[in-house]
């Protein structure tokens, strides 16, 4: 009887020891690489339990990315380990990087997503040196990001395996607009649903809201005058407003596409002879009275 307790105690420790990872990217899934990045790390971190988020990012959209992170980040065990692998070349950066935040780890590229992701400067940030005789791909990144959380999860400190408190790019997330009257957000994320979802919170909403009426307007002169609290408060094929799980606003349409037939866009990618691949997020301002 004492042998099985004995075996049973080993078991759960050995699952508490086997590091948890979660790969978001903007990889897609229609050619090898998401899954030699899978084998590579499965090689490198023996045991690991691999989590997929999404390899269906945008290219080069920092806010969705950070959005999609952020509130995904939130909901997992503490000391996990989440792999970011969202426009990895932007820079020439001689490093990676590697932060502890809130009791989970993050590993990205230094190209100011990570504090778009964390809202401000992580806790703490490491610089993991890219091999410099090395062809610096994809799978190159993932096995440094391998390496390095197989050390953490030997017992190595996080401060050996890099440069720490390095200076990082910073972005700053997306921040609504604020008048005495008005306040005005951007889209940053459409989901599965086509519902539409706005870089204002219920907090923010309610602190420039006052308990003031308001109207919600946006594309095609059109208005919502209230905050719903289910998809089923209005009837089949109305718009509606809604907090989401995350907390973010949503425009959405009960048992329909919101952004098809509302002609909302997440951001539109313009082209010209001044404006080169820049990303102009479609607005949504709300009026107070």
């Known amino acids: 009887m004492q042998s099985l307790i004995f075996a049973r105690i080993a078991l759960y420790l050995l699952i508490l020891l086997m590091p948890l990872i979660t790969l978001t990217s903007d990889i897609g899934q229609k050619d090898y690489l998401t899954g030699a990045i899978k084998g590579q790390l499965l090689q490198l971190v023996p045991g690991c339990s691999l989590v997929d988020i999404s390899h269906e990012l945008t290219p080069f959209n ?17 000391f996990a380990f989440h792999i970011v692998l969202v426009n990895l070349f932007e820079n020439r950066h001689d490093h990676l990087l590697l932060a502890f935040h809130n009791r989970q780890y993050i590993l990205c590229a230094d190209n100011g997503l990570l504090t778009m992701i964390t809202e401000g400067k992580p806790e703490l940030v490491i610089g993991l040196p890219l091999d410099k005789t090395a062809i610096k791909n994809t799978l190159h990144i993932a096995r440094i990001f391998g390496k390095s959380i197989q050390a953490i999860a030997s017992g190595q400190s996080i401060h050996q395996l890099g440069m720490p408190d390095i200076e990082i790019e910073e972005k700053n997330p997306l921040r609504p607009m604020l008048g005495e009257n ?33 109207t919600i307007a946006f594309k095609r002169d059109e208005v919502i005058e209230k905050i719903s609290e289910t998809y089923a408060d209005v009837p089949e094929g109305e718009k509606l407003a809604i907090f989401n799980a995350a907390g973010y606003l949503e425009i959405a349409i009960n048992k329909g596409n919101a952004a098809g037939l509302l002609g909302l866009q997440g951001y539109v990618e313009r082209q010209s002879a001044h404006l080169q691949n820049r990303l102009f997020y479609q607005t949504i301002r709300i009026f107070f009275e």
């Open 62 to 78: 920092y806010p969705r990315a950070a959005y999609l992170c952020r509130n995904v980040i939130a909901h997992f065990p503490d």
């Open 182 to 214: 008005w306040m005005e957000g951007q889209i940053i994320f459409i989901d599965h649903f086509e519902n539409v979802v706005i870089n204002i919170t219920r907090e923010q909403f309610e602190e420039q809201r006052k308990g003031r009426r308001f």
